[in-house]
């Protein structure tokens, strides 16, 4: 019997839907089947990609391709356990994952950018290719590049920033989180997205995958939406432009928080799941 031309199984989440055995971790990592080939979507902090990929009958060792959403310790972590497996490791990515990134409130600052140097990834056969433009990597599979903010309600969080150096020294500023980027598979049902955070804003992705796929329908969107982090307006914001999209699925993960996924099981109702850790996809 034929089997489905794409499948996707979650590796690295908040939760853990099952089998036992699996690691749940603050991380997001996705694994890819499509058409013979086998991506991975982010690697979570690698405590859990190894374990979990075992338990679930994943052979990591296989992965021809590895899709950086962006440059934050929770999806780029793993790097190394994967590279481990694999005799090369060709990484799609945007050229700021390496900027050095930290969460500020309260007082509290905390490094939250990529915790492994460029040179020691690269020693491991890590091999960067950075693109900023909505790009078509393999046939039927695309990423985003950079997303173009147009909707006046999806702030950047006020919390990250970036170190850069001006003058005589260093200082913090709002970082743009430019190299936010999703996962885009066209499928005989719709397209497939895989979100990594959405930092980028929801529906500012949603209206760049349609500007430049405007005649293909989005069927399935899972990932970190990062509305866990959202104000009462965005919220309800992102819930009315959702409707324009007539989503079919929408499998929300990671960043979107407890609180706010069961708001949107309340607003989506059969059309919501959550993407937990052990989550399979068929289309």
């Known amino acids: 019997m034929k089997g489905p031309n794409l499948e996707l199984t979650v590796l690295c989440e908040n939760s853990v839907t099952g089998p036992f055995g699996l690691i749940g971790e603050h991380g997001w990592s996705v694994l890819i089947k499509i058409r013979g080939r086998q991506i991975l979507f982010d690697t979570g902090q690698g405590l859990g990609i190894v374990n979990n990929s075992q338990v ?22 793993g790097i190394p356990m994967v590279a481990a497996k694999c005799s090369s490791l060709p990484i799609v990515c945007h050229k700021d994952v390496f900027l050095s990134r930290y969460w500020v409130k309260d007082g ?6 990529i915790v492994h140097e460029r040179n020691y990834l690269e020693s491991l056969g890590c091999d960067f290719r950075f693109y900023s433009r909505f790009t078509e990597i393999l046939p039927g599979v695309f990423i985003t590049g950079e997303v173009p903010r147009v909707t006046d309600f999806e702030p950047p969080d006020p919390h990250m920033v970036k170190e850069t150096n001006q003058g005589t020294g260093k200082r913090l500023e709002q970082d743009p989180l430019k ?63 959702l409707d324009a999209y007539s989503i079919k699925r929408l499998g929300a993960s990671h960043c979107t928080g407890l609180l706010n996924s069961a708001r949107l099981y309340c607003s989506l109702g059969e059309r919501f799941f959550h993407a937990g850790v052990g989550t399979t996809i068929e289309m």
């Open 56 to 77: 679930l009958g994943q052979d990591l060792s296989r992965t021809e391709l590895l899709i950086l959403s962006h440059g934050h310790y929770d999806h780029a972590s």
């Open 108 to 113: 509290v600052k905390r490094y939250i950018g």
């Open 179 to 241: 190299d936010d980027l999703s996962l885009i598979i066209d499928t005989p049902s719709g397209l497939l997205v895989v979100l990594g955070c959405a930092h980028a804003g929801l529906i500012n992705i949603l209206e760049h995958i349609r500007s430049n796929l405007p005649d293909k329908q989005i069927h399935t969107v899972i990932g970190g939406t990062h509305l866990g982090f959202a104000g009462k307006e965005q919220f309800e914001r992102t819930l009315l432009e």
